[in-house]
């Protein structure tokens, strides 16, 4: 816990020090209120991932100085990661880096990791058997499109205040969780470093948005969970493939949806940003039950509201995948069933016909 504390304070006081100080963000405010992913009424810093990026280097830095076994490691991690933070955060303070080019910058990161923290897909467990993948040209671009994927996945959920932070955080906290039972230091610091900097930023993200996460901060910890995730279930046989397939479920599905949904229901391409991602329709088509109004007060509690649907939604997978985490056959189930709960969701929404337990009348208010 003793790096969870650290991350957390540093990113705490960094993310307070970015809000206060209007030099470090001048350039990087998120003044465009009329975009189709846009549920916010005054200028917002959007560099949150800068404090959180420190924060973790912080952390790491005292981790390397208490455990040096880990100086490999921890050096490698953030070398690589760093690739993926940087074209996030240039975007966030120019908004001259096309998403094509985030994303590509985040495959370099991968690649990295495949060479120097050998994090590469090598295996795909069965239920009574596994598939081992030995082939260089299989496995370099599953293992790069895999961990980019799920950076860019991390990137698409943010979308409200506090929605991909304690998503991640739970995700972080599972990976630290596992890798504890099967005793994998490495993974278990690098995950509570993530979620921890990651808590830190969440208190001035949430409820009121003084700060917002930024392409920086997604992309940073969306790689740095891919590639956790790879390096425990690769590192420990023990663990199956299928636990990180389940835990990171929810924001990948989400991106693999919504490529389907803009290809081949509306015709259009796939990195064309639209507002009807679940969470989105959450926010308009359930949440507006509760408040109603346009005004700005009434809009920033909309968003408020939004994210623990999500939260819960989430944990629908995260949970099962944590207890469940050696036991392939019931990991698969898992899977099964949470694509399945997300697509009639997604359709009951879609047709205005949202579950009642969901909607929160004025009434109750």
């Known amino acids: 816990m003793f790096s969870f504390l650290v991350s957390f304070v540093a ?3 960094l993310t307070l020090l970015v809000i206060k100080e ?11 209120f009329h975009g189709v992913q846009k549920v916010h009424a005054h200028n917002v810093a959007r560099i949150g991932g800068l404090s959180i990026f420190l924060a ?3 952390s790491a830095c005292i981790s390397v100085w208490r455990v040096p076994a880990l100086t490999t490691w921890m050096l490698s991690l953030m070398a690589c990661s760093s690739c993926a933070f940087v074209g996030g955060i240039v975007e966030d303070y120019t908004g001259r880096v096309s998403a094509a080019r985030r994303l590509l910058l985040t495959m370099v990161a991968a690649l990295l ?3 120097l923290l050998d994090a590469r897909i090598d295996r795909i467990d ?34 409200f205040n506090g929605l991909a932070s304690v998503v991640t955080i739970c995700m972080l906290l599972s990976l630290g969780y596992v890798a504890l039972q099967v005793n994998d230091m490495f993974v278990l610091v690098a995950a509570l470093m993530v979620a921890g900097a990651t808590a830190g930023f969440l208190i001035w993200n949430y409820p009121v948005g003084l700060i917002f996460l930024g392409d920086g901060g997604a992309y940073f910890i969306g790689f740095m969970l891919g590639e956790l995730a790879l390096l425990l279930v690769m590192r420990n046989p023990q663990v199956s493939t299928w636990y990180a397939a389940l835990l990171l479920i929810y924001p990948a599905f989400e991106t693999l949806f919504s490529v389907y949904r803009r290809m081949f229901i509306r015709g259009k391409s796939p990195a064309m940003p639209d507002g009807i991602h679940l969470h989105s329709l959450i926010f308009r088509r359930v949440v507006q039950w509760a408040v109603g109004h346009k005004d700005a007060r009434a809009l920033m509690r909309r968003n408020s509201l939004t994210s623990p649907y999500l939260w819960m939604f989430s944990l629908m997978a995260v949970i099962p995948a944590t ?18 709960s997300y697509v009639w969701l997604y359709v009951r929404i879609v047709r205005f016909k949202a579950p009642r337990w969901m909607i929160r009348h004025k009434k109750n208010q």
Do not use: E, K, Q
């Open 11 to 13: 990113s705490a006081l």
């Open 126 to 159: 069965w239920i009574d058997s596994v598939w081992p993948l030995p082939y260089i040209w299989l496995t370099l671009p599953l293992t790069v499109l895999s961990v980019a994927g799920i950076a860019n996945a991390v990137n698409i959920i943010d979308g």
């Open 113 to 115: 990791g495949y060479y």
């Open 22 to 32: 209007a030099r470090l963000h001048g350039p990087a405010l998120d003044a465009d």
């Open 56 to 58: 973790v280097a912080l």
């Open 323 to 340: 207890v469940f985490w050696r036991y392939t056959g019931v990991l698969m189930l898992f899977c099964l069933l949470f694509v399945i």
